[in-house]
C-alpha cells in the first residue's frame, strides 16, 4: 500500500504543486490584508453608511463557505453577460488561479476585518487624544497610530488566520487548480492509491505549518518584548 512514497516521482509531482499552493496562499493574504484593513477602517467609521456596507461585507463572506464562494466565481460568472463580455474575462475571469485568488481575498478580508476592528478598538482614547493634541488630522492619526498598534496588537491571530489559508487553499484544487492536493490526486487515480499520494501531501502541510508555527513563536516574542 505503501509503496508509492518511495518512489521519487510521487515526492517530484507533489512538489510542483509547492509553488502554486505558495502563492495562492501568499496573494491571498496580502489582499485580503489590503481589503480587509480598508472593511476594518468603514466598520470603525463614524458614518453610518460606512458602517452598513462594512458590516454587509464582513457578514456576507463570513456566511457564504469558501467552496461555494469558489464555485460561484468559477462556474457561476461565465453565465454573466456583462463578466463574459467584459474586460476583465480574457486577462482574469478565464484563469481558475485567479479565480482562486479573488475567492480566497474576499473570504480572508471578512475575517482579517474583525480581527483588525479589533485592534482597533484596542487603541485607547488617551492614544487617540494624544495625536489629536499634536495637530494630527483623524486620518493621519490613524494612518501612523492606530493602524500600526492595531496590526502590531492582532499579529498572532493575523498569524493563525495565515494557517487557515494554507491549509484552505486545498479547495482550489476544486476549480482546477494545480496546488499540491490536486497533484497528489492525479497519482491517486493514475496508480489507484488512495493513500500514499495523500500522505505525502500532508507531510508537505506539517512541515510548512511547523515552520509558521516557528516563525510565530519568534513574533510573539518580540512583541511580548
Known sequence: MFDLL???ELWMAVARGIPVTVALTTLAMIFGLAIGTLVA???NSHNLLSRCIGEVFVFSFRAIPLLTLLYFLYYGLPYIDVIRRGPLWEVFFRESFAIAVLGFSLSNAAYLAEVLRSGIKSVTRGQREACMAIGMSEWMALRRVVLPIAFRNSVMTIG????FTL????LASAIAVSDVLSRARA??????DNVSPYLAAAVFYLLVVGFIDLTLAQVRRRVAM
Open 41 to 43: 477602517v468603514l466598520v
Open 167 to 170: 491549509k484552505a487553499t486545498s
Open 160 to 163: 493563525n488566520e495565515l494557517v
Open 187 to 192: 497519482y491517486e487515480k493514475i496508480f489507484s
Open 6 to 8: 518511495l518512489h521519487s
